[in-house]
T-cell receptor
Framework: QQQVKQSPQSLIVQKGGISIINCAYE??????FPWYQQFPGKGPALLIA?????SEKKEGRFTISFNKSAKQFSLHIMDSQPGDSATYFC????????????FGTGTRLKVLA | GAVVSQHPSRVICKSGTSVKIECRSL??????MFWYRQFPKQSLMLMAT?????????EQGVEKDKFLINHASLTLSTLTVTSAHPEDSSFYIC???????????FGPGTRLTVL
């Protein structure tokens, strides 16, 4: 019940295309869902996050779509660029708790020039 | 804002020695700090959670005596890998969260290589 399932494991997208990464969770107590971007040899950097009281959040080219009833959320990267090539992790947490994250398994994105 | 630093960024040591990694929150008070371990091409594995002034809470399977965590102040946590062995070689990442912050901010990571 503590797992967060992430798919796909890897993704190749043409420059200018849309990259879509999906995550699913089971614990309905989760109330915070961040996405992180990680480049090789670096720590993860927060991209965007959402709470369950909204169904979508957009920041620049990055959008989170959240489906509370399906217990799923996804990251959409519009106009994908080669510089977006990185590993993306979704996570879920309970804010009122210890802030402990349950991470997805990661998606390696490669954007072709 | 919300910057977390780690030192050192890379360390190479001989088997049997101890290595200390520092994690600092530079512009906020970190009431909670987390230590992760990451193997190549894998996700982050939480090792322990520490609250300032309290003993760390270790995840199942993480050896408390091998990975010593200290969170003595609101801006500093340390991870000491004691009697390191080659299998301890990994990428260690800390993160921090504080009052009024609903997210974790990650450090740049420390690459540990044990020969």
């Amino acid at each position: 019940q503590q797992q967060v399932k992430q798919s796909p494991q890897s993704l190749i997208v043409q420059k200018g295309g849309i990259s879509i990464i999906n995550c699913a969770y089971e614990n309905t107590a989760f109330d915070y869902f961040p996405w992180y971007q990680q480049f090789p040899g670096k720590g993860p950097a927060l991209l965007i996050a959402i709470r369950p009281d909204v169904s979508e959040k957009k920041e620049g080219r990055f959008t989170i779509s959240f489906n509370k009833s399906a217990k799923q959320f996804s990251l959409h990267i519009m106009d994908s660029q080669p510089g977006d090539s990185a590993t993306y992790f979704c996570a879920a947490s309970i804010i009122s708790g210890t802030y402990k994250y349950i991470f997805g398994t990661g998606t390696r994105l490669k954007v072709l020039a | 804002g919300a910057v977390v630093s780690q030192h050192p960024s890379r360390v190479i040591c001989k088997s049997g020695t101890s290595v200390k990694i520092e994690c600092r929150s530079l512009d906020f008070q970190a009431t909670t700090m987390f230590w992760y371990r990451q193997f190549p091409k894998q996700s982050l594995m939480l090792m322990a959670t520490s609250n300032e002034g309290s003993k760390a809470t270790y995840e199942q399977g993480v050896e408390k005596d091998k990975f010593l965590i200290n969170h003595a102040s609101l801006t500093l946590s340390t991870l000491t890998v004691t009697s390191a062995h080659p299998e301890d070689s990994s990428f260690y990442i800390c993160s921090a969260s504080g009052r009024g912050l609903d997210t974790q901010y990650f450090g740049p990571g420390t690459r540990l290589t044990v020969l």
